[in-house]
């Protein structure tokens, strides 16, 4: 994420030149359809189901990085509409990709440069599947077109709630599971978990999902519930893309309240010193106090801005309360000073003022907090856990999940820090900036199955927090992020160079490197999710071979047609290659 000060909205456009703000706002989550003419979607599908509209649309990542423009898309307005789009698509030779906030950076749903005209089917979950039930008293039914905030809002009026989950509100369900979306949380130094959450990630919570799968007696897709305890759901449960759930039921808990005080005033070396030194305000020292932590650091400056959650059931003095969401005005718009610092460096190849602009985001976050009375938040979980809008910067964002054992974060978080301070230094001492944005750290524990209540659950196969068998010990991820402005000059060599490292250093001995698959890895020198030994060696790898055949062997199982699928998901797993 990337902030600005309180200042100056609207002067913000004004400062932006037409390439430095298309950047940011040419990946509008939601692209506009344009009715089909009938005649012409007769001709290029013909006998489409007719009781579903079809239009054209383009579609553009979080970033802007993947377009395509011109592609047919729909909105089925039932599960069962759905249905007959899925065989209509089998039938015909088409690929279908479902759409929700298109809230992500890899090539998962389409790739770039698939053409207009291919016949690859946008499907839109948020328009209709968006039911919202209460299953039990402690498990929800939600269709999975519903967004995190409809979802966290819903649970709220029932005094129900989560431990964590993703910063931004718009997120659909459905691509948060597709992805293992998680949020930042570890139990606190004497904190239990509490029935109906996890600190995990969102999959997790699953009980039961429905999904349009094949089913061969009937030699076509039909609607299948799977319960946790079902071998084919462990595959469902965290899918990348290559299954369409329409429906889950997730367990959940009671509410909490939370506190979130930000600080700007502790130096990055001692926050993130290594174990043993420091003045005693580590990163680790905040995890053991309160359990929810986020830290994240502007590129070239000395002072992170740290967050820390903590359950706290009435308000603390100092603390305002909030009763809604989203209360970082001074990230959610872009300030003055910060557009005409990107303008500059987008439009003019000025990208030698990255550290101008590292510590323009700093001072605007520092600022901000005090302005807007921001620095100490109570209220509902909801309410401080969602404080992302798509009105941010939109930057390209690599991450990874180290697994590892708590009492080995600071270890982690230390070495990582040391790494990416030496080398951005010694870029920038030749001359180049690689990084404009920040490094964001979160901390998550795994999916332990047991958090669903449901005797024989199993994790999510593919889920990057799906604990390692032979490492029982493992029972923290720490998350890293580095983010960067699209086009900056050197930053997939950069990012690079960070990717060998965490692969190296954190290799399956201590700790174990995982990549997070909504964002970017498999760097080469000058692409991203291009490095054939990271996609088909090192991801399987860090995996699991077993788990990552196993969870192949079952979504292709219940698409032996590959319907769901594209040119990349054809890489990471080959055996699709010959799909239509």
């Known amino acids: 994420m990337t902030t600005g000060a309180t200042n100056n909205y609207s002067s913000a456009a004004s400062s932006w030149t037409r390439r430095g703000f298309l950047l940011t706002a040419a990946a509008l989550a939601v692209v506009p359809g344009l009715p089909a003419d009938p005649a012409v979607a007769a001709a290029e599908l013909p006998d489409f189901p007719a009781d579903v509209a079809l239009y054209r649309s383009a579609y553009r990542n979080w970033v802007g990085e993947i377009t395509a423009d011109g592609l047919w898309a729909c909105a089925p307005g039932s599960p069962e509409h759905l249905v007959d789009v899925v065989n209509w698509a089998w039938r015909h030779g088409w690929r279908v990709r479902a759409r929700g906030a298109s ?44 967004t995190s905030e409809a979802l966290l809002t819903f649970l709220e009026e029932h005094g129900l709630g ?65 319960r946790r305890d079902e071998a084919d759901c462990a595959a469902l449960l965290t899918h990348l893309g290559r299954a369409l759930v329409t429906e889950v039921v997730l367990r959940v808990g009671a509410n909490t309240d939370l506190r979130c005080v930000s600080r700007t005033d502790i130096p990055a070396g001692e926050l993130f010193a290594a174990p043993g030194s420091g003045d005693g305000r580590t990163f680790a020292s905040h ?12 590129a070239f400056t000395e002072h992170p801005w740290l967050k820390v959650w903590s359950v706290s059931p009435t308000r603390p ?17 872009i300030p003055g000073p910060v557009a005409e610092l990107v303008g500059r460096m987008t439009s003019d190849a000025a990208w030698y003022l990255a550290p101008l602009l590292g510590t323009a985001q700093y001072e605007a976050a520092a600022l901000g907090l005090v302005t807007t009375l921001s620095a100490d938040l109570w209220g509902p979980s909801k309410n401080t856990l969602l404080y992302l809008k798509p009105s941010t910067l939109r930057v390209h964002a690599n991450g990874y999940a180290v697994l590892t054992s708590r009492d080995r974060v600071q270890q982690v978080v230390s070495e990582f820090a040391a790494h990416y301070r030496e080398r951005l230094t010694a870029y920038a001492a030749r001359g180049s900036f690689p990084v404009n944005g920040s490094v964001e750290i979160r901390v998550t524990g795994l999916d332990d199955p047991g958090d669903a209540g449901v005797a024989g659950a199993r994790p999510p196969l593919l889920s990057a927090l799906r604990p390692p068998a032979d490492h029982p010990e493992w029972d923290t991820a720490v998350w890293l992020d580095i983010l960067t402005l699209p086009g900056t000059p050197d930053a997939e060599a950069f990012l690079r160079e960070i990717e060998r490292f965490l692969l190296r250093t954190f290799d399956g001995g201590s700790a174990l490197t995982r990549v997070e698959w909504s964002k970017g890895w498999a760097y080469t020198d000058d692409g991203v999710w291009s490095d054939e030994e990271v996609l088909g060696d090192v991801v399987p790898a860090a995996v699991g071979h077993d788990a990552w055949a196993e969870a192949d062997a079952a979504l292709d199982r219940l698409d032996p047609h590959r319907v769901y699928g594209n040119a990349f998901l054809d890489r990471l797993f080959p055996a699709g290659a010959d799909a239509p």
Do not use: C, M, Q
């Open 103 to 146: 809230h992500g950076w890899s090539p998962l749903t389409v790739t770039e440069g698939t053409p207009s005209g291919a016949p690859v089917l946008l499907v839109d979950t948020a328009p209709h599947l968006t039911g919202l039930a209460l299953d039990s008293a402690t498990a929800v039914r939600a269709g999975t077109g519903v």
């Open 317 to 333: 003095l100092t603390s305002r309360k909030v009763t809604r969401p989203y209360n970082y005005p001074f990230s959610d718009n």
């Open 162 to 226: 989560v431990t964590a989950a993703p910063a931004p509100g718009v997120l659909t369900l459905g691509g948060a599971l597709a992805v293992d979306a998680h949020g930042t949380a570890v139990p606190a130094r004497g904190e239990r978990r509490r029935p109906g959450h996890t600190y995990g990630s969102l999959s997790n919570l699953v009980l039961s999902l429905t999904a349009v799968v094949w089913d061969s007696p009937a030699g076509a897709y039909v609607l299948r519930t799977f």
């Open 287 to 298: 995890l053991d106090e309160a359990g929810r932590v986020e830290a994240i650091w502007f």
